[in-house]
């Protein structure tokens, strides 16, 4: 799937950034991906469900609900987002070149960049302006929390019926980037030697312009962000967190017992860079 190689591609190149999302947007739902949301991906999107920092009676909670007993996770510290701010410029996996480095931005005519690859599968995720960057400091306190209420969020997520079937597929956001607009490439066949060509008109820091080819290109798949005059932040393009594993392990039995038994008592919150 297209959403799978775009993920898999830019992780390898770019692990330090977390998730790519091959469906930036938030399609209707309350808000964009905040700090805090507790949700999973589907086709490439992130799917929120509530907000661990937020209360029962929050409006963004007015879809799903909360889980059972919700209460706001209290942090030990009062200020805890750390903002920055993630440059223009094309993220490209390992088989791909592209003929610049730079997107080249306000200027009259639209800057294009043409990618190709070698004989493997690639992705692109082509960033016009600045992305807003958060991230937590706090990752003690969302790691615990993760830990101690994971059972019940994925019973809750179960419930709903919305096809989470895995622990491991609840994600806790501890960072995110959201974007004005963007433009995701995916090299799905693994002949080579195909290119595709990316045009951007930007002005000012919120007026975006794209010229992606019209038709499709055979192993090619391209999903274009918005365009337009003041565009907002609102668009995920990456996603950092936790997930919970249940890992099990072998204890040796001291005397001579037949068999190792298992502790299946083991979750272990894994940061996903």
Avoid at 9 to 23: F, Q, V
Wanted: proline content about 7%; hydrophobic content about 35%; some cysteine.
């Amino acid at each position: 799937m297209d959403y799978n190689i775009f993920r898999d591609e830019l992780a390898t190149k770019c692990p330090a950034h977390g998730h790519a999302l091959w469906d930036p947007s938030h399609n209707g739902q309350h808000s964009a991906v905040q700090v805090g949301d507790v949700g999973f991906t589907r086709y490439g999107q992130f799917i929120r469900l509530f907000n661990v920092l937020l209360p029962r009676d929050h409006p963004s909670h007015k879809n799903f609900g909360v889980p059972e007993y919700h209460e706001p996770l209290e942090l030990r510290m009062s200020t805890h987002i750390n903002p920055r701010k993630l440059s223009p410029n094309n993220f490209c996996s390992k088989a791909v070149k592209p003929d610049r480095d730079v997107l080249s931005a306000a200027k009259p005519d639209p800057a294009q960049v043409t990618f190709s690859r070698s004989k493997k599968q690639g992705a692109i995720l082509s960033l016009p302006v600045p992305a807003h960057r958060e991230d937590t400091v706090a990752l003690g306190d969302f790691a615990k929390c993760i830990t101690k209420r994971i059972d019940v969020w994925f019973a809750f997520a179960r419930d709903l019926g919305l096809g989470v079937t895995r622990m491991e597929d609840i994600i806790l956001v501890t960072g995110r980037d959201l974007a004005r607009s963007w433009t995701n490439v995916v090299f799905s066949e693994n002949q080579g030697g195909e290119q595709v060509t990316i045009g951007v008109h930007v002005t000012g820091i919120c007026n975006v312009q794209w010229e992606v080819p019209l038709e499709d290109t055979r192993g090619v798949a391209i999903n274009c962000g918005p365009s337009g005059q003041y565009l907002p932040e609102d668009q995920c393009i990456f996603v950092r967190g936790f997930r919970v594993r249940r890992r099990f392990r072998i204890i040796p039995m001291l005397r001579g017992a037949a068999e190792p038994t298992l502790d299946a008592d083991r979750d272990e919150a894994d940061f996903d860079k």
